[in-house]
């Protein structure tokens, strides 16, 4: 079957937002499905970016329950995961220049069950992305892992900005983040134990107040994003587009 | 007195003289033989203002950004812009972005015939995400002449990037890399913290937090820059040049300056209708410290500090080298004060009442 002209699916569109909060979550799914189709097999970029627009506002109407997390100067550093909802947004000003990365910290010990298994089922138990206007949406990869005072999960900030980015962790089950815990963290413990937070880290060891000419991105289909912390006067010696590594 | 207007309120003359003053201005040498224009030379300010170097500071200083003074050196930033504009065409003034009227807004703002298309990030090779060139209106590269409009500017060429104001490259081995790293970038990018709804900037605006032993300013400085749907995001909602310290390179940058100066201003005049005092008494004064750190805010923050670079003849400072062959040269000028910049309307200007 053809698919609908976007004229058609415009028109389509306007009248279903017109009675989007009696749709079912199916139903606004299948519409989600037919654009997500039609944005597949267009070509022309005009046309993707109509429909793109189409699907960025149907998203809205599927987003889970969520808590938001402010991370700033001044803000706080420390994320209780012990929510009911099954999605924390955290806004980080400064990813990579104020904050350098997250941890998950307990009061638990190894004994209780905070042991890399745990942590591990954990981890594997929800997504992390960051949105960043640098990269996009990017999936960000929870690392467990461990160092002498013992096991921990860490999240990098995603690429470095003088702004802001938001960091996602959405449960994969539609679980909250308190159920997650429950399962793989609390299941034998007393309530007053059941304390996990993320907690961020800034940076240090070097000025913060820079913003400027210290990232410079390459696009190129063989590096991953890097993040460069060149001085003006190194990036002017780089000729345009060569690779990079890491300065 | 020059009266900003919101961009929803522009007659076709008021957003085609705008239009016509940001190309004159972007196309206009900073001096004779210069590759770089007077708009360049703004942007080279607002990346040269994050790291100031003073003799007597160890560390490089961000004197626009990351606390209080954020928003006086934006006022005099943007009122200097303003004037510029002016001298291209006169009466021109900037207008604003409301952000609660966000449906309007975007659609009003950002299209060919204004101030360009939000483009989206692109893919490369299906799985990174690259902000992408604006290939058309009038901040792309080249304007092709049977495309201008009547008023465009003869001579004028395009919206180009000199190279030390770029943040985003494409490999040499890209098609078309040479105009890519010469052209605007956006990366529009959905699914934010975004916007504040009409309730968000009244809370804003009306903000007082007091008995915490600390200046209630630094709390609305906080909210207004770093909030979740503030200044900072924004920047990372446009994408690009404007998620960068390069972030004038788009001329969006002014209308959503132009913005955060007038919640500002309205909270200023809140603050002295609810709680009476000055525009002085509602900012930090010498020796008031942050409340996160108990610490002072960085030198240039303050009332009475001067603002760099208008520090006239008398004080020393150092910023990137190769920006500052770009800068034009304020050391004749009287130097300026943070509390120069308190009271809009002897700045000349107001923002129209909706």
Request: charged share 20%; hydrophobic share 40%.
């Amino acid at each position: 079957m053809a698919l609908p002209s976007i004229a058609n699916l415009e028109a389509c569109n306007d009248e279903l937002l017109a009675t989007c909060d009696e749709l079912t979550r199916a139903e606004i799914e299948a519409h989600l499905k037919l654009l997500e189709e039609k944005y597949q097999s267009l070509k022309l970029a005009e046309g993707k970016e109509k429909i793109a627009a189409l699907i960025a506002s149907w998203q809205d109407h599927l987003k889970q329950p969520e808590k938001l997390i402010l991370l700033a100067k001044g803000g706080p550093s420390f994320v209780n995961l012990r929510v009911k909802v099954p999605q924390l947004r955290l806004v980080i000003n400064g990813p990579g220049m104020l904050f350098e990365s997250f941890k998950l910290i307990s009061s638990l010990s190894s004994e209780m069950g905070f042991n890399l298994k745990n942590l591990a089922a954990l981890a594997d138990s929800f997504r992390v992305s960051v949105l960043c206007a640098h990269g996009g949406r990017q999936n960000i990869e929870a690392k467990v892992e461990s160092d002498r005072t013992g096991g921990y999960l860490s999240l990098s900030c995603g690429p470095m900005s003088m702004y802001q980015s938001e960091m996602l962790l959405s449960s994969k089950s539609g679980e909250s983040f308190e159920e997650l815990l429950e399962r793989h963290l609390f299941a034998r413990l007393d309530e007053a134990d059941k304390q996990v937070a993320v907690v961020g880290f800034s940076l240090v060891g070097e000025s913060h107040h820079h913003g400027g000419m210290e990232m410079v991105w390459i696009a190129s289909e063989e590096l991953q994003p890097e993040r460069h912390h060149l001085s003006h006067h190194e990036s002017q010696q780089e000729a345009v587009g060569e690779p990079h590594g890491h300065s | 007195m020059d009266i900003r207007k919101s961009a929803l309120e522009l007659s076709n003359q008021e957003r085609h003289d705008f239009l016509k003053a940001l190309i004159m201005l972007k196309n206009t040498e900073a001096f004779v033989g210069a590759d770089y224009s007077l708009y360049d030379q703004f942007v080279a300010l607002h990346l040269a203002v994050m790291e100031v170097s003073y003799p007597e500071n160890q560390e490089s200083i961000n004197g626009g950004h990351w606390n209080i003074g954020f928003c006086p050196w934006h006022r005099e930033y943007l009122r200097r812009f303003e004037l510029a504009l002016q001298q291209m065409v006169p009466g021109v003034t900037l207008p604003y972005w409301d952000w609660a009227k966000n449906r309007a807004i975007m659609k009003e703002l950002f299209h060919d015939d204004f101030m360009g298309k939000l483009t989206h990030a692109q893919q490369l090779s299906g799985r990174r995400w690259w902000p992408k060139d604006l290939d058309s209106g009038f901040f792309r590269h080249s304007m092709p002449l049977s495309e201008a409009p009547d008023w465009w500017p003869e001579q004028a060429l395009g919206w180009r990037i000199p190279r030390p104001l770029q943040s985003v490259r494409y490999p040499s081995s890209y098609p078309n890399a040479g105009r890519l790293n010469a052209t605007l970038h956006r990366g529009f990018l959905e699914g934010l913290s975004w916007p504040p709804d009409e309730a968000d900037l009244d809370e804003l605006v009306h903000l007082h937090v007091s008995g915490t032993g600390y200046h209630h300013f630094w709390y609305f400085w906080y909210r207004l820059e770093q909030g979740s749907n503030m200044h900072n995001t924004a920047h990372n909602l446009i994408g690009g040049h404007m998620s960068t310290g390069a972030s004038p390179n788009d001329p969006i940058f002014w209308l959503h300056h132009a913005n955060v100066d007038r919640l500002w201003a309205l909270w200023q005049s809140h603050q002295i209708k609810d709680h009476g005092g000055n525009l002085i008494n509602h900012y930090p004064q010498q020796g008031d410290l942050a409340p996160w750190s108990d610490k002072p805010a960085p030198r240039g923050h303050y009332l009475d500090d001067l603002m760099w670079p208008w520090l006239g003849q008398a004080t020393s400072s150092a910023v990137n080298e190769d920006i500052k062959t770009m800068l034009p040269d304020y050391s004749q000028e009287a130097p300026r004060r943070v509390r120069d910049v308190l009271d809009i309307e002897a700045l000349g200007y107001r923002y129209q009442l909706n």
